[in-house]
């Protein structure tokens, strides 16, 4: 049987087909009432929670930017290293880039088995 409508608490909320209605004064109102209990307790538990209420928003946003600065911090390390592994990859470090491990194989590359061949000529290219 369903209820008239003055016999509705006022913390009922009201069901519509997919979604419930947000009375925002009505969460407004509780969340007063919920911090005017916080900072009524004056003892030392009161007030670490009064203290972590007003601060929780602080912390939020400070892990939210440690975590965002984490993952840039992983993918600027990472991206060159990753786009050097079509060249090669350094058996010193695997996150060393093949340029900066190995910097003279360009002409080792180029000239193939012929280096050590070509190192008796003069015109030869030394290290």
């Not at 087909?17 to 009161?46: C, E, M, N, P």
Request: hydrophobic share 35%.
């Amino acid at each position: 049987m369903q209820e008239p409508k003055s016999m509705l608490v006022s913390d009922d909320r009201v069901w519509y087909d997919q979604f419930t209605s947000t009375d925002w004064v009505h969460d407004s109102i509780a969340d007063a009432y919920r911090v005017k209990g916080l900072r009524s307790r004056k003892d030392i538990r009161g007030r670490v929670k009064s203290f972590f209420d007003g601060t929780q928003g602080w912390i939020l946003s400070a892990l939210v930017g440690f975590v965002t600065a984490t993952i840039a911090y992983v993918v600027d390390v990472s991206e060159t290293p990753i786009f050097d592994w079509k060249d090669g990859y350094c058996h010193d470090g695997f996150l060393i880039s093949e340029k900066r491990c190995c910097p003279d194989d360009g002409i080792n590359a180029i000239l193939g088995n012929l280096g050590p061949i070509m190192s008796k000529y003069p015109f030869s290219v030394r290290r």
